[in-house]
């Protein structure tokens, strides 16, 4: 049913089940890797988010349990190649940041025709000015997909990469 503010700190609210559903990792793990933002959580059995937090016990049916998210930021670089779609990048940017702020981007754009003036003769970083997380690689024209994600993947310095394609 979705987290709700309470007295400064965050609730879930709902069956066993969707609470389960709403948490998606319980750890009962004495320490965590860097990657993990941690807060202590207690459990009680309520059928509806209506209950007063005053009638709520206040330390649930168990001891207090860890509830260990993951930030995917920290773990994960997107990386994309496109080829004259290059407007695609920055969209499929700005979707993804809509539910993972922070994550960062590595893209290549290859050129729309050969012989392009404006074209990099080799690859050519620069951060996006409207998408600040993402740096794009202007390549040459017939650079090609496999040389593109190749050459990002190379750059990845997270644990994790998601190759996607830019109209995802």
């Given at each position: ?5 309470a ?9 066993p089940r969707?609470?389960?559903a709403?948490?998606?990792?319980l750890?009962?793990e004495?320490?965590?890797p860097d990657?993990?933002v ?5 459990v ?30 920290r773990l ?14 920055r969209r ?7 539910w ?6 590595l893209?290549t ?5 050969e ?11 620069h ?8 740096t794009?690689?202007d390549?040459?024209y ?8 190749s ?10 990469v ?5 109209d995802?």
């Open positions: 049913k979705g987290l709700q503010p007295r400064g700190e965050w609730a879930v609210c709902g069956t969707e609470v389960n709403a948490v998606d990792l750890s009962y004495p320490t965590f990657n993990f941690t807060m202590n959580i207690s009680n059995p309520v059928k509806s988010c209506a209950v007063p937090t005053d009638r709520l016990n206040p330390g649930g049916f168990r001891e207090n349990l860890t509830l260990a998210l993951v930030e995917p930021a994960i670089t997107v990386v994309a190649h496109s080829a004259e779609r290059c407007w695609l990048l499929m940017a700005r979707s993804i940041l809509e993972y702020p922070g994550m960062k981007f893209a754009c290859e050129c729309a025709y012989g392009d003036p404006s074209c990099a003769l080799s690859p050519t970083p951060v996006d000015p409207e998408v600040p997380s993402m794009v690689y390549v040459p017939d650079f090609g997909l496999s040389r593109g994600k050459l990002l993947i190379s750059l990845v310095e997270t644990e994790f998601l190759v996607l394609d830019d995802f």
